[in-house]
């Protein structure tokens, strides 16, 4: 093992090819760069954070060791499965249950010499902002909006503009399918992950009338048996997706429904796939995403050349289409602007309505929401005490509780800080 | 406690594969996995050599049939920073079996092969390509005449070729596929595949339509809030019919006012003042209501001879299409019904009833079709009789069917100039349009590696006339370049005086050359930096590019999605792709 401070120096020939660029100035490359052995030790001091270490985090880890990177570490809270070998190209038949930092991290290091990857089998929520201000940037291969969330808000939170370090470069990558897209945000600087929230609405969900009494789709017994009928029948045990037996369960549930109502074509994938919410993912769209990412990673520690303003599309479904553009910043962004962002209500709409409906609203898309007018606690989900004093405003009207126009203060348990909205009623 | 009785195992639970391929196999299903596992890719690889060992880890991870690696470099020290299927073990080894060793770890359901020779040697005898699905070759190739002579075979046996290029911060390929590749499976977006077929209503639709719809006025609110927008449409198009001489709303403005009719019928004495299934009718007028037509892409397989001339031995493809062309005909301008329903408001009951008459009407349409085909192997002779399935697919998709008109690759040599003329005018809209819309088009990316391939080409032909008694005397200043050493400054002279050259005679439309400033930039930029990286490839454009290759591979292995028509380039820099037809 090569050691990093104290050790002879490791021959730069292993890193010739990369050397080319990291010596020699391009036509695109900032004039006032200076190319050679800052830059490269600018480039292997860097500490950097890599976020999942799934399908696109081994990708990551893999590209950023090869990039010139020497200290990386890698935070994951999940464990291997055997649907993850299509892709998780770290992983063998035999890693299935281990955790997957750790995994992704020993596999890396032994392939690549002189490299070291710290993993954390954890959340990231687990990690205080101390742990946050030792990295130079953080690369994000997540499949959850919401834990992008948490970290974009927890890097805007930390930016102090008396000391330039305390800025740290997001790179979020994601995919579907043939389909991904790769961003690069300067929290405070320009768009972050809130500002462009409504480009990632989530998925209508059916009416819970539709599934009550008069379903159509399979995907609509399904959604019965995993709402309605697991509530009934199994109510005292916590459903677990990763459970076959329970998946089994759902399954013939809702096979009998469809059965009654003769709809066709459940079957057992297409049950695991509506209740566990399953994307399709392939490694090819893992290898570009990550690829870009890594791209930018590697622009931004060495200035060898320009880098992505600021969002790339990526299509293969039909030929290869991508789409690169500049996403603008939000000034009522709830998390990176200065401004309340409006919010049009129903006047007539209870507290309770409004509620629900900040899980479902596009630029929202928070579940356990604590509300606060400037003076008072319109709702509280903790402690339950305050819970107990609140609850009678759920069957308020908005109107009874705020005014037209008055700003209410929103924090949720998945977020570190607290939104701000204007609400305006609907005439 | 509620009792509940032990779950016995799923009815058709997963197998192995299944669960280990389960996120795959939601996009290209069991025909598409089935065409994997059969496929033999190969893989001609050169210089550095990551993005040909990339594009194969993301073939293998979902199960390729077998893959095999021709390379005969040995394994160097700068191989081990950029090439993550080696060890330090590999040091001196021979890259193509060590890339294999490393690569076949990742799959052990897959079959890899090395084989230690020059791509030179490997295609000696070119018929040796004929054991493979598809191949890969990554240029520029080393010896003079040899990206030629691979091209010409490949096209002659049909198998599709890709022809990739990275260094630094650019990446270029270029897929070549059969004359003729037709794609059935296209996968459309859901959305755009609804044919109702509203102003062709079949009886069994009517009546059904009549039973539910016939008494609107007297319907209790309940039924009325349930009735599915689909027969409300049906209902106010007769309507609507009655006072407009029997014609359907066809114009825009018309279509605004049948959707108001329709939207008039709604009962709003209720707490929410509207009904869903008359807000879902009102939004369906302008794309449910458009006569039968078809796409450009179907109109050209229609048009294609293949598909008017039959032949005993012509492929699956065009006995389909021909006999959906004459369904069409006899049908007057309809395609076989897809059958499919989008969800709606309705009582299950309903919804279910309805979704039955489209699919019994599909089943006919297809049978229709079936019977067109089997007349057709009569009449042409086949002894091999079409499977259903097939022809159950294609009427499916009938209208998102795809034929892609393969080209032979150009091949840029330093003894002659290409002959663009047939792809002028396309290439100069490109160049044009970038610029109309104020963005740089990456068209001097490909023509900057095609200046590459032509350099090499003449460094390879100077090596060998070095060899050789008798020096070749077509080549052009080959004494100016002196020695085999990659001369940069060279490089990038040879590529500015690499204008495609235009026959004036058969295209007299004028169109911009390299001289215009905005390609002349981008293109002298790009050169520069070709010229830094000097044959080096970065990883992560390596890694990039092995992605998009391998999606292509994919879709053309599998014959579902669209795969590119037919050159690609990524910009690193800029983060952007573009796509040619060359």
């Avoid at chain 1, 009494?213 to 048996?225: G, L, V």
């Avoid at chain 1, 059965?259 to 057992?268: A, D, K, L, S």
């Avoid at chain 2, 009719?261 to 939004?283: H, K, Q």
Wanted: overall charge negative.
């Amino acid at each position: 093992m090569t050691t990093l401070a104290n050790g002879p120096k490791p021959s730069r020939e292993r890193w010739r090819y990369l050397d080319n660029f990291l010596n020699k100035p391009g036509p695109t490359s900032d004039p006032d760069w200076l190319p050679g052995e800052q830059t490269i030790n600018g480039l292997e001091t860097s500490k950097v954070l890599v976020i999942g270490a799934g399908g696109l985090g081994c990708e990551i880890l893999k590209n950023l060791a090869l990039s010139g990177f020497k200290d990386i570490h890698v935070i994951d809270m999940d464990t291997i499965d055997v649907s993850n070998l299509n892709r998780q190209f770290l992983f063998r038949e035999a890693d299935v249950g281990k955790s997957k930092a750790e995994c992704a991290a020993a596999f890396v290091e032994k392939r690549i010499q002189g490299v070291k990857i710290t993993p954390f089998n954890g959340k990231i929520q687990d990690k205080a902002e101390e742990y946050y201000m030792q990295f130079k940037m953080v690369v994000c291969g997540l499949d959850s909006i919401e834990a992008r969330r948490w970290i974009n808000a927890t890097l805007v939170g930390m930016v102090d503009m008396e000391n330039p370090e305390s800025l740290k470069p997001l790179i979020d990558g994601g995919t579907e399918g043939f389909k991904g897209q790769a961003r690069v945000i300067l929290p405070t600087m320009n768009a972050c992950i809130e500002c462009q929230l409504d480009m990632h609405a989530p998925r209508a969900a059916v009416p819970l009338c539709t599934l009550a009494t008069i379903p159509r789709q399979p995907a609509h017994c399904i959604e019965w048996a995993h709402i309605i009928a697991w509530e009934e029948h199994r109510k005292d045990e916590v459903l677990d997706t990763d459970d076959p037996e329970h998946i089994t369960w759902l399954y013939q549930k809702a096979l009998a429904r469809a059965q009654e109502f003769n709809i066709p074509g459940v079957t057992y994938s297409m049950t695991q796939g509506v209740v566990k919410n399953i994307i399709p993912a392939i490694a090819s769209t893992n290898a570009i995403i990550a690829a870009s990412c890594c791209n930018e990673a590697f622009k931004i520690a060495t200035s060898c050349n320009p880098w992505l303003q600021n969002y790339m599309m990526y299509s293969g479904d039909e030929g290869v289409y991508t789409y690169t553009f500049e996403t603008e910043q939000k000034e009522d962004c709830p998390v990176c602007g200065n401004l309340a962002k409006n919010l049009t209500v129903n006047p007539n709409m209870t507290l309770q309505e409004f509620i629900d409906s900040l899980g479902e609203r596009a630029e929202a898309q928070l579940k356990k929401p604590t509300l606060r007018t400037e003076e008072k606690s319109l709702y509280s989900q903790f402690p339950a005490s305050l819970r107990e004093q609140t609850a009678p405003n759920l069957t308020k009207k908005l109107s009874e509780l705020v005014e037209n126009g008055e700003e209410i203060g929103v924090s949720d348990p998945a977020f570190a800080i607290a939104f701000k909205y204007k609400l305006v009623f609907s005439s | 406690m509620v009792e509940r009785p032990t779950t016995p195992p799923p009815l058709q639970g997963p197998t192995a594969k299944e669960k280990k391929y389960d996120r795959q196999l939601r996009l290209w299903a069991a025909s598409g996995q089935q065409a994997l596992e059969d496929a033999k890719v190969l893989l001609l690889n050169t210089g550095p050599g990551v993005v040909g060992v990339e594009t194969l880890k993301n073939l293998i991870l979902p199960g390729v049939g077998d893959y095999t690696i021709v390379d005969d470099v040995d394994v160097a020290e700068k191989d081990l920073g950029v090439n993550f299927f080696l060890e330090e073990s590999s040091l001196g080894k021979s890259r193509a079996e060590e890339t294999c060793k490393f690569l076949q770890e990742l799959n052990l359901e897959v079959k890899g092969h090395a084989i230690q020779k020059s791509v030179e040697a490997f295609v000696e005898k070119p018929t040796i390509l004929d054991n493979y699905t598809l191949i890969i070759l990554i240029g520029p190739t080393k010896a003079s005449g040899l990206l030629e002579n691979i091209s010409q075979h490949a096209w002659k046996s049909s198998i599709p070729l890709f022809y990739v290029h990275c260094a630094g911060f650019f990446s270029h390929f270029s897929v070549q596929l059969p004359a003729q590749f037709p794609i059935i499976d296209t996968h459309p977006d859901p959305a755009s595949t609804q044919d109702l077929r509203l102003l062709n209503p079949w009886p069994e639709l009517l009546i059904f339509m009549r039973e539910k719809v016939g008494n609107l006025p007297w319907l209790s609110d309940h039924e009325h809030g349930h009735v599915p927008y689909l027969l409300l449409l049906l209902h106010f198009l007769v309507v609507w019919k009655a006072t407009r001489n029997g014609k359907p709303p066809a114009s825009y403005s018309e279509k605004k006012e049948f959707a108001a009719l329709v939207a008039a019928g709604a009962r709003t004495n209720n707490a929410e003042g509207g009904e869903e299934n008359f807000d879902e009718a009102t939004a369906n007028v302008l794309k449910s209501l458009n006569p039968p037509s078809i796409s450009s892409g179907l109109r050209d397989v229609f048009e294609a001879d293949d598909c008017k001339i039959l032949k005993n031995d012509s492929a699956n493809f065009w006995i389909m299409a021909h006999a959906i062309e004459k369904f069409h005909t006899a049908n007057k301008g309809l395609l076989p019904l897809p059958g499919a329903l989008p969800d709606m408001k309705a009582q299950s009951s309903d919804y279910i009833k309805i979704q039955n008459i489209y699919k019994a009407k599909a089943r006919s349409d297809l049978a229709e079709v079936t019977a067109i085909v089997r007349q057709l192997e009569k009449d042409l002779d086949r002894r091999t009789p079409i499977e259903d399935k097939e022809i159950e697919a294609f009427c499916k998709g009938a209208q998102f069917v795809k034929l892609i008109k393969g080209r032979p690759l150009r091949v840029a040599k330093s003894t002659e100039s290409l002959d663009w003329s047939d792809r002028a005018e396309v290439l100069s809209m490109e160049l044009e349009n970038q610029k109309m819309v104020g963005l740089d088009s990456l068209l001097p990316i490909y023509f900057a590696f095609l200046a590459l391939d032509r350099h090499n080409d003449e460094i390879s032909r100077l090596e060998q006339s070095r060899r050789e008694p008798n020096p070749l005397k077509d080549i052009p200043g080959a004494r100016d370049v002196s020695g085999a050493v990659f001369p940069s400054p060279k490089f990038a002279e040879s590529a500015h005086f690499y204008t495609p050259a235009v026959n004036s005679e058969k295209d007299p439309k004028p169109w911009p050359r390299f001289d215009t400033p905005e390609a002349r930039e981008t293109f002298d930029n790009v050169v520069k930096e070709l010229d830094r990286a000097n044959g080096a490839e970065l990883h992560n454009i390596a890694a990039l590019t092995g992605g998009m290759v391998a999606q292509e591979v994919i879709k053309v292995i599998t014959k579902q999605y669209v795969p590119v028509d037919n050159t690609c380039v990524f910009d690193g820099i800029a983060s952007k792709t573009a796509v040619f037809n060359i």
